[in-house]
C-alpha cells in the first residue's frame, strides 16, 4: 500500500479506526485487526472475501402477475455470476414506503418461544461476491459462497468459522474452468478465530437504538457523510454482527421506509429457499449503477442483501444485468454458550 493511499485510509476511516496510531499493538493483534478491517469497511465481505465494489440486487418486475427471471450467460466468455432471484409484483395502491411500515408492525409483533433466551448471540450467513479470493486467488470461473459463523458474548469475547461452500456451476465451460484453475476452495479448511474477553472488534459494541431517528443518526455514526447508501451499508454491518430483537428491527425497516428512492420490487424466495418481499435502491456511489435490495420476511425479519449491476459493468467482465454479491441472513439466534473448541 503506498503512502497515498494509508492517508487516504486514514482521512476516510480514522474516526473507525479500531486501534489508535500510537497503541502499542503485537504482530497477532495487527493480522487480527487487518482480517476486521477487511471484513468491515463498506462493502465488506469476509476474512478471504474481497469486494471489488458494491450494488445491491434484485430483478425489477414491471409487468403484473408475471415474473421475470434473467438466467445465467452459460457461455463461459463471463465471470461466473448467480442468476438474478425472481420477483412477482401485483400492481396496487400501496406505497411502497408504506409496505416497509407495515412489516415494521410485524416485527414487533413478533413473540420469541424461548422464555430465557441464552446470552450469546449467533449468527449464520452465506454470502458471495464476484471478487472472492480462497486460498489467496480470486475466483472467476464459478460461484463459491462462503458459510459464517458467530457467536458473540456479553463479555466482548467471540468465535468465527468461516466454510467454503460447494462450487456453484451454470455451464460446463465454468466447470471446466474452475477444475484447470485448480479447483480453488475444493479443499480449503474452515477458518477458525478466537477471541478472548473485550478482544472481538465490533463495529456495534451497543445495542441500537429503537427510535428511527436516534438508530439513524447512530448508523451514520461509523460512515463518512453520506446519503442513502452509507444508511444502507451500515444496515446490512449491523445485520451480520448483531442479532436484532423484534423492535430493533421494526426501527431499522422503519429507517429504510424514510430513505428517498426505496422501492418495492415483488414477492420472491430468497437463496435460502425462502419467501419474502424485495425492497431496493439504486446508487452509482460505487462507480458503477447498482441496484442494492433487501429481502424482509412477512414477519419483519431479513432474509437477505443483494447488489446488482443494472446498466453497465464497467471494466468488469460480466453480463448486464449481474448479481455480484449476495448475502443470505440464515440465523439470527440467542444461545447459551460459544461453543468448545
Do not use: C
Not at 468459522?161 to 475444493?186: E, K, L, N, T
Not at 449491523?238 to 420490487?265: C, F, H, K, M, S
Request: glycine share 6%; net charge negative; proline share 10%.
Amino acid at each position: 500500500m503506498t503512502d497515498k493511499e494509508i492517508r487516504e485510509l486514514r482521512a476516510r476511516w480514522g474516526s473507525s479506526n479500531p486501534v489508535p496510531s500510537d497503541a502499542p499493538v503485537s504482530d497477532q493483534a495487527r493480522e487480527e485487526i487487518l482480517r476486521r478491517i477487511l471484513t468491515t469497511t463498506r462493502h465488506r465481505r469476509w476474512a478471504r472475501f474481497w469486494p471489488i465494489l458494491a450494488g445491491v440486487v434484485a430483478a425489477s418486475v414491471v409487468v403484473p402477475v408475471v415474473a421475470v427471471v434473467l438466467g445465467a450467460t452459460g457461455t463461459g466468455k463471463y465471470a461466473a455470476t448467480p442468476p438474478p432471484l425472481r420477483y412477482q409484483s401485483i400492481p396496487d395502491d400501496i406505497l411502497d414506503h408504506e409496505r416497509l411500515l407495515d412489516l415494521a408492525l410485524a416485527a414487533e409483533r413478533e413473540v420469541t418461544t424461548q422464555s430465557a433466551p441464552g446470552p450469546v448471540e449467533y449468527l449464520k450467513l452465506v454470502s458471495w461476491d464476484l471478487s472472492s479470493r480462497i486460498d489467496g486467488r480470486q475466483v472467476t470461473s464459478a460461484v463459491v459462497p462462503a458459510q459464517r459463523e458467530l457467536w458473540r458474548a456479553p463479555d466482548g469475547s467471540a468465535r468465527t468459522v468461516v466454510r467454503i461452500q460447494p462450487p456453484q456451476f451454470y455451464s460446463d465451460d465454468q466447470r471446466r474452468a474452475w477444475h484447470d484453475d485448480g479447483s480453488p476452495g475444493a479443499n480449503t479448511p474452515p477458518d477458525v478465530t478466537d477471541y478472548p474477553p473485550g478482544s472481538y472488534p465490533a463495529i456495534w459494541p451497543d445495542r441500537p437504538p429503537t427510535d428511527p431517528v436516534d438508530l439513524t443518526r447512530w448508523l451514520l455514526s461509523t460512515r463518512p457523510p453520506g446519503g442513502v447508501m452509507a444508511i444502507v451499508d451500515a444496515a446490512n454491518d449491523l445485520l451480520e454482527e448483531r442479532v436484532l430483537t423484534g423492535t430493533e428491527r421494526a426501527a431499522l425497516i422503519r429507517v429504510l421506509a424514510q430513505q428517498p428512492g426505496i422501492r418495492y420490487e415483488g414477492e420472491t424466495v430468497d437463496r435460502g429457499g425462502r419467501p419474502g418481499y424485495g425492497f431496493s435502491v439504486e446508487s452509482a456511489d460505487s462507480g458503477l449503477p447498482t441496484r442494492y435490495t433487501f429481502i424482509i420476511s412477512a414477519r419483519g425479519r431479513f432474509l437477505a442483501y443483494e447488489q446488482m449491476l443494472t446498466e453497465t459493468a464497467g471494466r468488469l467482465n460480466v453480463p448486464v444485468p449481474s448479481v455480484i454479491s449476495y448475502t443470505v441472513y440464515l440465523t439470527a439466534a440467542h444461545v447459551d454458550a460459544i461453543p468448545s473448541a
